[in-house]
C-alpha cells in the first residue's frame, strides 16, 4: 500500500472545492488498501478516497455512476482526480447499521432499517442490472461455478484442515461439485453486491445508503440478503432472520412485478447462507490461525454455533452426505471448546497488572508480587510519533496520536505478537488459580507508545478474558482498575 501524505490530499481538496477547511481526518483502516479522509466545510462534510489500484477505483466509480441513475443510495461523487487515484464522495456519516443494532438490540426503529435496507437493496439488485456493463466488474464477471467452488475450497484449506479431522477429500469435492453445480442453476440473477453486510449499511437521518460495492459482479438474489441476515456480528434472532427474508422476497415480487417460487427460492437461500458462513469460518481460520490476529480467533466460536443452528434446522435441498457428515464434526461441541477463550468470574483471584514506563526511569516499575515482574514488552522499535512536533503535548490515549500509531507504524503488529504470547500465560495462570501477572511496555519517554500499548492490551484482555485489571502509566501518573 502507497503512503500518501495528507497534504496531497488537502491540496487535491482545495483545488477541487473551493471551501474553507473546518476538519481534516484520517479515518481508520478498514478493508483492502483504501485510504479515507473525513473533510467537512462550512456547507459540507465530504469524504476523500485514495487508492492507487485505479481498476478498483473505476469500478467504483462506474457502478455509482449507474445506480445514481436508478436512484440508489450510493454517494455522490464530486470530483475525480485526473490520475484517477483520489476522488471525493459525498459523506453519509459514521453511523452504520451495525452501529445502531449494537445501540438499541432488536427493537422496532432497528427492524423497519433493516426493512428499508433490504428493499434498497433489491431495488439495487433488481433495477441496477439493467443496461450494467459487467466488463467494469474486478474479478469474475459473475458469482457461478467457480467463485462457489473457490469459497469452499477457502474453507476447506484455512479451517476445515487446521482441524485434522478425518474425512474423504475426493467425497468432499464431489460434495462440492454438486453444491456449486446446484446453486449456479438459479432462477434469478441479478447484480451481486458481495459484501452486503450491516457495516457497509450507513444510517442517515433514519435512512439507509450504501458503500464499498465496487466488489459486485452479477449473480444469485439470494446470496446478498443471506449475508446481511446471517451476518456472525449481528447475530440476529431467528425469528428477524425469518420475518426479514419474506419481507425482502415481498420486494423482490414487487419490483419484478410477479410471485417468486418461494419454496425454491428458500431452499436456494439456504445454500448460499452455508456458503457464506463456509466463506467466513475461511476468512476468520486465515486471519487467526495462519496469520495469528486474536481479534479473529475470538470471533470463530460464534461463526460455529451459527453453523450449528443452521446445519441443525435448515435444508439445502440436495443431498451432500460428506458435506454434512463433516459440518456435524465442526460443530461439536468439543471443536468449539477449542476455540473459546477461558473467561474469569468473580471468584477468579488473577489480576493482570499493565503497566507504562520510561526506560529512562525503570525503577518506578515496582512488583509487589515477587514474581520478578513478568512480561516487558519493548516498544522503542516503533516509530516514535513524539519525533513529530505535532504530537508531543499528547499522549497515547489521545485520538491524533492513536491514528498516528494505528496507521503509520507497525503498532498492529507489534501488539498482534504481544496478544499470542501473553494469551498463553493469561490461560494457564486462569486455570490454575495464580494470583497475579505483571506485563510492562516501556519506550523512551513513557508518553505515546507504551501508554497506547497499555491501555490497548487492558481492553484485548478484558473484551477476551473478562480478567481484573490494574493499569499504570507510571510517567502519566495515571492508576486505575478495571474488573469484577
Known amino acids: 500500500m502507497a503512503v500518501v501524505p495528507d497534504e496531497s490530499v488537502r491540496s487535491y481538496f482545495n483545488d477541487a472545492i473551493k471551501e474553507d477547511v473546518l476538519h481534516f481526518e484520517k479515518l481508520p483502516k478498514s478493508g483492502g488498501d483504501r485510504i479515507y479522509f473525513r473533510i467537512v466545510t462550512p456547507s459540507a462534510s465530504y469524504i476523500a478516497t485514495y487508492n492507487d489500484n485505479i481498476q ?45 443494532l449494537e445501540k438499541y438490540g432488536e427493537n422496532d426503529y432497528v427492524f423497519n432499517l433493516y426493512k428499508k435496507t433490504l428493499h434498497a437493496l433489491a431495488h439495487l439488485q433488481i433495477r441496477g442490472n439493467t443496461h450494467l456493463d459487467y466488463s467494469y466488474c ?29 474425512y474423504d477429500k475426493q467425497k468432499l469435492m464431489d460434495d462440492f461439485e454438486a ?63 425469518d420475518s426479514l427474508l419474506e419481507y425482502y422476497m415481498d420486494c423482490v415480487d414487487e419490483i419484478l412485478k410477479k410471485s417468486i417460487d418461494r419454496t425454491r427460492f428458500r ?31 475470538t470471533a470463530i466460536p460464534l461463526a460455529l454455533t451459527n453453523l450449528k443452528w443452521f446445519a441443525t434446522n435448515s435444508v439445502i435441498g440436495i443431498a451432500l452426505p460428506e458435506y ?30 499493565i503497566n507504562s514506563f520510561s526506560y529512562k526511569h525503570p525503577e518506578k516499575l515496582k512488583d509487589e508480587s515477587g514474581n520478578g515482574g513478568g512480561f516487558m514488552f519493548d516498544c522503542r522499535g516503533i516509530l516514535n510519533p513524539g519525533r513529530f512536533e505535532e504530537y508531543k503535548n499528547f499522549t497515547g490515549r489521545d485520538k491524533s496520536v492513536i491514528d498516528f500509531l494505528e496507521q503509520k507504524t507497525k503498532m498492529p503488529d507489534f501488539l498482534n505478537g504481544v496478544y499470542n504470547v501473553v494469551d498463553l500465560s493469561v490461560e494457564d495462570y486462569i486455570k490454575r488459580g495464580f494470583t497475579s501477572l505483571m506485563i510492562s511496555f516501556g519506550c523512551t519517554g513513557g508518553q505515546h507508545r507504551s501508554v497506547y500499548a497499555a491501555d490497548t492490551l487492558k481492553r484485548y484482555l478484558m473484551n477476551k478474558y473478562k480478567v481484573k485489571i490494574e493499569l499504570n502509566h507510571y510517567e502519566q501518573n495515571i492508576h486505575e482498575k478495571s474488573g469484577f
Open 56 to 100: 478498483e477505483n473505476e469500478t467504483f466509480l462506474y457502478f455509482t455512476s449507474h445506480f445514481t441513475g436508478i436512484q440508489a443510495p450510493v454517494p455522490k461523487i464530486y470530483s475525480v482526480h485526473p490520475g484517477k487515484k483520489m476522488y471525493l464522495q459525498e459523506d453519509f456519516g459514521p453511523v452504520s447499521l451495525l452501529n445502531e
Open 138 to 166: 474486478l474479478t469474475a464477471k459473475e458469482f457461478g461455478k467457480q467463485a462457489i467452488l473457490s469459497d469452499l475450497l477457502y474453507f476447506k484449506y484455512y479451517f476445515l484442515d487446521t482441524l485434522k479431522i478425518p
Open 179 to 241: 453444491l456449486s453445480n446446484y446453486l449456479t442453476h438459479v432462477e434469478h440473477k441479478y447484480f451481486l453486491y458481495r459484501d452486503f453486510q450491516s457495516r457497509n449499511v450507513i444510517i442517515r437521518e433514519g435512512e439507509p445508503h450504501f458503500i464499498d460495492y465496487q466488489g459486485g459482479m452479477k449473480g444469485a438474489l439470494q446470496y446478498d440478503v443471506a449475508s446481511m441476515l446471517w451476518q456472525a456480528r449481528a447475530n440476529l434472532s431467528k425469528g428477524w432472520k
Open 267 to 297: 431452499s436456494q437461500y439456504n445454500g448460499y447462507v452455508l456458503i457464506r458462513l463456509m466463506q467466513v469460518l475461511g476468512a476468520y481460520g486465515y486471519r487467526g490461525l495462519f496469520e495469528r490476529k486474536a481479534q479473529f480467533l
Open 324 to 353: 454434512e457428515k463433516i459440518l456435524n464434526l465442526i460443530v461439536d461441541d468439543e471443536i468449539i471448546k477449542r476455540f473459546e477463550p477461558i473467561r474469569a468470574d468473580k471468584n477468579t483471584p488473577l489480576v493482570v497488572k
